[in-house]
Nanobody, 119 residues
Framework: QVQLVESGGGLVQPGGSLRLSCLAS????????MSWYRQSPGKERELVAS???????????NYGDAVKGRFFISRDNSKNMVDLQMNFLQPEDTAVYYC?????????WGQGTPVTVSS
């Protein structure tokens, strides 16, 4: 059974940092592309960051324009985890953040973890 479990969300003041984690199980994690998405009320779900797997191409990263230079994605294949380090958070970063895995022809989503940036 595939599971993606996000953690690390919460309330943070503008300018602060948070680190989200996604623990994966039930599939070959090392060969899955991993991504973080977010969705705010009334908006479409958008890509935040993605990271490739071992061979495709090796650990290449991609970021949404709104988070470039502030957010950083990383993965630890030994722990089946993908993290999202979020720095210099702003109120517009408030959203539910979702972990996504793409493995072969399948895509899997976590339940999401909420992030609120407010003073």
């Amino acid at each position: 059974q595939v599971q993606l479990v996000e953690s690390g969300g919460g309330l943070v003041q503008p300018g602060g940092s948070l680190r989200l984690s996604c623990l994966a199980s039930g599939f070959a994690f090392s060969y899955a592309s991993m991504s973080w998405y977010r969705q705010s009320p009334g908006k479409e779900r958008e890509l935040v960051a993605s990271i490739g797997y071992i061979e495709h191409p090796a650990l290449a990263t991609n970021y949404g324009d709104a988070v470039k230079g502030r957010f950083f994605i990383s993965r630890d294949n030994s722990k089946n985890m993908v993290d999202l380090q979020m720095n210099f958070l702003q109120p517009e970063d408030t959203a539910v953040y979702y972990c996504k895995a793409r493995h072969e022809s399948s895509a899997y989503w976590g339940q999401g973890t909420p992030v609120t940036v407010s003073s």
